[in-house]
């Protein structure tokens, strides 16, 4: 894996704009332009591709370390000059404080199945004698395990095209059709409302007297 694939896998995994990037290089010490950024993340074939060098990669994962596990007191450590596959994973694993038993679920995630002895070799000094090469077989597959598991999703840009023979969504109906409506007493009350109250006409009752009735 070349140092442009790995910046690519990164800024695809985590769906990083080209302001997060120059913000990434900024947090360890690096100012960087848009130009530069689009340069390094063109294909190999692009006329305008730039290869990323070890200490520009150094940089950006040292930014990214910075932004998820913040910066530490003091100065900010210089970035190596040569780096391997060995040092990208421990600067991930940092990043992302990964223990063991975390790698180990992303690489069977991603295929790869490993135990954690096995793994620890990967972390250990060139000079010791269980120290062993990271291929960029197994750094892919680890790249690919921390897809799977942090991979943010791009933003609907356009709206989804119609599938064949999908019904039409139902209009909802028009608001001039009549319908029985409740009175309009019964929903409000105007207490300014002067009305004119008209007298009830009042009902003639007849008054008879016993002596009408059965006479006298």
């Given at each position: 894996m070349t140092n442009n694939d790995i910046l690519r896998r990164i800024r695809y995994t985590?769906?990083?704009n080209d302001q997060k990037m120059i913000s990434l290089f900024a947090l360890a010490e690096l100012n960087v332009s848009r130009e530069q950024v689009s340069s390094w993340l063109k294909k190999d074939e692009d006329p305008d591709h730039v290869n990323c060098t070890d200490t520009t990669l150094a940089v950006f994962l040292n930014g990214l370390i910075n932004d998820k596990r913040g910066k530490n007191d003091g100065p900010q450590k210089a970035p190596e000059?040569?780096?391997?596959?060995n040092i990208i994973l421990t600067k991930l694993?940092?990043?992302f404080n990964l223990k063991a038993e975390d790698i180990v679920d992303l690489l069977q995630n991603a295929g790869l199945r490993m135990s954690k002895s096995e793994l620890s070799a990967f972390f250990?000094?060139?000079d010791h004698k269980h120290y062993k090469l990271c291929k960029d077989q197994f750094l892919r597959n680890f790249i690919q395990g921390l897809d799977q598991k942090y991979h943010?999703?791009?933003p609907e840009k356009y709206k989804t095209k119609k599938v064949a023979n999908e019904p039409e969504p139902q209009e909802l109906p028009d608001k001039t059709?009549?319908?029985a409506k409740p009175k309009a007493s019964k929903i409000y009350v105007n207490p300014n409302k002067k009305e004119d109250v008209k007298a009830k006409p009042t009902r003639k009752v007849l008054k008879l007297k016993p002596k009408d009735i059965w006479g006298e």
């Amino acid at each position: 894996m070349t140092n442009n694939d790995i910046l690519r896998r990164i800024r695809y995994t985590f769906n990083f704009n080209d302001q997060k990037m120059i913000s990434l290089f900024a947090l360890a010490e690096l100012n960087v332009s848009r130009e530069q950024v689009s340069s390094w993340l063109k294909k190999d074939e692009d006329p305008d591709h730039v290869n990323c060098t070890d200490t520009t990669l150094a940089v950006f994962l040292n930014g990214l370390i910075n932004d998820k596990r913040g910066k530490n007191d003091g100065p900010q450590k210089a970035p190596e000059k040569r780096i391997n596959n060995n040092i990208i994973l421990t600067k991930l694993k940092i990043a992302f404080n990964l223990k063991a038993e975390d790698i180990v679920d992303l690489l069977q995630n991603a295929g790869l199945r490993m135990s954690k002895s096995e793994l620890s070799a990967f972390f250990r000094k060139p000079d010791h004698k269980h120290y062993k090469l990271c291929k960029d077989q197994f750094l892919r597959n680890f790249i690919q395990g921390l897809d799977q598991k942090y991979h943010v999703n791009r933003p609907e840009k356009y709206k989804t095209k119609k599938v064949a023979n999908e019904p039409e969504p139902q209009e909802l109906p028009d608001k001039t059709y009549k319908t029985a409506k409740p009175k309009a007493s019964k929903i409000y009350v105007n207490p300014n409302k002067k009305e004119d109250v008209k007298a009830k006409p009042t009902r003639k009752v007849l008054k008879l007297k016993p002596k009408d009735i059965w006479g006298e």
